[in-house]
């Protein structure tokens, strides 16, 4: 599996979280049935949004994402997130991004323009199927996301940057279609191809991704390629916060470095699996009393399997974390353990 990881400029919030949770608790749960899954997590460290904030702090944008990764990293294991198999960086994949390119340059399906490389939309009949959106739709979210649709450049407004002429002060690699850097959907691309083949049992991330990033980056995978890309999809809703979808450009976050200065990790993790991963939902601090009683009453309990089969199943119905909670609340008040379950859930 590929889970999409962060672009590390900011410390991790809660929704990142709930995120990279949904896909720990889906590992976990094919360990216990007796799999190995492989899951790639990649570091989105050269970026529009990346190399915009280094400028305005005056700092490498290097050194700003390994600062930030270093919170990440410390965040995620405290919350008891089994390690990623690997956790490769755009930086590193300079080289199979070329390759990635320059396979669909020679397919047909990209064109150069003012030393950039546009994959070409109108080239795969399907754009557009994964996020189910008209025309219209990925215009708009385009324009929102970051995707250019203003750029004269482009034949067409939803044509994607796969290679992008560096400006002043900007990284640069070369290339043989000029010296520039790779555009964010092309990055992820090439590091799933590389570390994973094609197709890829599962790709994932937040519902925020599947339209313009998860929609480009499948279609030009498959333009490499000539075959398909991801066998399946799994999306993980918005968490919210004083009424707003939880992000970076409104200010409204909770970041898990400090709430977890004042509260048991594992009350983070348990608060956020009482929501199930395709529902939105809103986080307010309220939600840690309850996990942390909960989490008490649970630690409380003697060693056993209680609620381990009720779990199970809950899991294996689309992950729902939120009937697990559940079950093992009425094991533990009918006076059952319930450890194992607990170790199901990652909680220690």
Not at 88 to 94: E, G, L, M, N
Not at 180 to 207: F, K, M, Q
Request: with cysteine; hydrophobic share 45%.
């Amino acid at each position: 599996m590929y889970v999409c990881g962060i672009t590390p400029y900011d410390a991790t919030h809660v929704g990142h979280a709930a995120t990279f949770l949904v896909f720990d608790i889906l590992q976990r749960r094919l360990i216990d049935r007796g799999l190995e899954p492989h899951c790639v997590r990649n570091v989105t460290d050269v970026d529009d949004d990346l190399l915009a904030r280094a400028n305005e702090a005056e700092v490498h944008y290097l050194d700003l994402a390994a600062a930030a990764l270093a919170t990440f990293e410390a965040d995620l294991e405290a919350l008891g997130l089994l390690p990623a198999s690997s956790e490769p960086r755009a930086t590193s994949a300079i080289s199979a991004v070329r390759s990635v390119v320059g396979q669909v340059l020679d397919r047909g399906a990209a064109y150069t323009a003012g030393g950039n490389v546009y994959f070409d939309t109108g080239h795969h009949p399907g754009f557009g199927r994964l996020g189910r959106l008209d025309r219209a739709a990925m215009l708009e979210l385009a324009a929102r996301r970051g995707g250019r649709p203003d750029d004269h450049l482009k034949r067409d407004p939803l044509d994607v940057i796969l290679w992008q002429r560096s400006e002043a002060g900007e990284p640069s690699w070369g290339s043989r279609w000029g010296p520039g850097r790779p555009g964010w959907h092309v990055e992820c691309a090439a590091l799933a191809l590389r570390e994973l083949g094609s197709p890829i049992d599962l790709h994932g991330g937040g519902r925020d991704l599947v339209f313009p990033h998860h929609e480009s980056e499948s279609a030009m995978a498959e333009a490499a390629t000539g075959g398909p890309f991801v066998r399946h999809w799994m999306h993980v809703e918005m968490v919210a916060m004083a009424g707003a979808k939880m992000s970076k450009s409104t200010g409204n976050l909770a970041f898990v470095s400090d709430l977890r200065r004042t509260w048991d990790p594992m009350a983070i993790r348990l608060a956020i699996l009482g929501h199930h991963y395709r529902e939105p939902w809103e986080w307010h601090e309220d939600l840690l009393d309850v996990a942390s009683a909960r989490l008490e009453r649970w630690r409380g309990s003697r060693d056993g399997d209680g609620a381990l089969d009720a779990a199970r199943a809950a899991l294996d119905d689309d992950l729902a974390t939120p009937d697990a909670v559940a079950a093992l609340d009425r094991a533990v008040a009918a006076g059952r353990g319930v450890s194992r379950a607990m170790r199901l859930l990652g909680l220690r």
